[in-house]
């Protein structure tokens, strides 16, 4: 996950850190089929299915279209998602990490 940001914090290292140290103006992921940085707020998300998630418990992955996003799912499962329930699924799951 990539931020555009204005630091509160010298030093942030990470997405957690800046999320929680810094106010965010912008949010870019990685797109899922083509790899490049689309708005994460904007994104179609699917979460869950077959494929593992990378550090989290349930997999979460962004899509700049809805075409791109059913294709995943035909192939791995999962279900459709907004940018509100991806962050908190990522919070529940850093949650049960680290508890």
């Known amino acids: 996950m990539t ?3 204005e630091a509160d914090v010298p ?4 997405a957690n850190c800046e999320a929680c140290c810094c106010r965010l103006e912008v949010i870019l992921m990685g797109d899922y089929r083509t790899k490049r940085l ?6 179609v998300w ?3 299915g077959k494929k593992m998630g990378i550090m989290s418990i349930r997999g979460k992955w962004a899509f700049e279209n809805r075409k791109d996003a059913d294709a995943f799912m035909r192939e791995n499962g999962g279900h459709i998602s907004s940018f509100d329930e991806a962050m ?3 919070f529940e ?5 680290i508890r």
Not at 38 to 43: G, K, L, N, S, V
């Open 3 to 5: 931020a555009g940001i």
């Open 46 to 48: 699917v979460i869950g």
């Open 88 to 90: 908190k699924i990522t």
């Open 38 to 43: 689309i708005d994460a707020e904007r994104a």
């Open 93 to 97: 799951d850093m949650y049960e990490i």
């Open 11 to 14: 030093g942030v290292s990470c």
